[in-house]
């Protein structure tokens, strides 16, 4: 059983940046697949970026490709989202998840795939 957590989010300016923070406990981290999903009110949740159990592969919903990066410390156990240029159609509740990945090279941007999800975090992105 995996528990994440995610925190650094805020109330931010269009333009500036925001760093997320997911931290897992109660598993082998280096065997998850990880990835970032959002929720707007009124929306379905939508993926965001994913990352490799390695760290090498990495995977950006179009929405967000080059200006947000997700890396991953296996060490801390921890997944990061690193979020710039932010826009206020950004605004949403942010959640990091899961998925046990038995390839090295695993990546998912299907919310149904991921086992272990995080209470999220909100981002607010003023005009």
């Known amino acids: 059983q995996v528990q994440l957590v995610e925190s650094g989010g805020g109330l931010v300016q269009a333009g500036e940046p925001l760093r997320l923070t997911c931290a897992a406990s109660g598993g082998t981290f280096d065997t998850y697949a990880m990835g970032w999903f959002r929720q707007a009110p009124g929306k379905e949740r939508e993926f965001v970026g994913g990352?490799?159990?390695?760290?090498?592969?990495?995977y950006y919903a179009n929405s967000v490709k080059g200006r947000f990066t997700t890396s991953r410390d296996n060490a801390k156990n921890t997944v990061y989202l690193q979020m710039n240029s932010l826009k206020p159609e950004d605004t949403a509740v942010y959640f990091c998840a899961a998925r046990l990945a038995t390839q090295q090279h695993y990546i998912s941007s299907w919310p149904d795939d991921y086992d272990y999800w995080g209470q999220g975090t909100q981002v607010t992105v003023s005009s």
């Open positions: 990352i490799a159990r390695s760290g090498i592969n990495t």
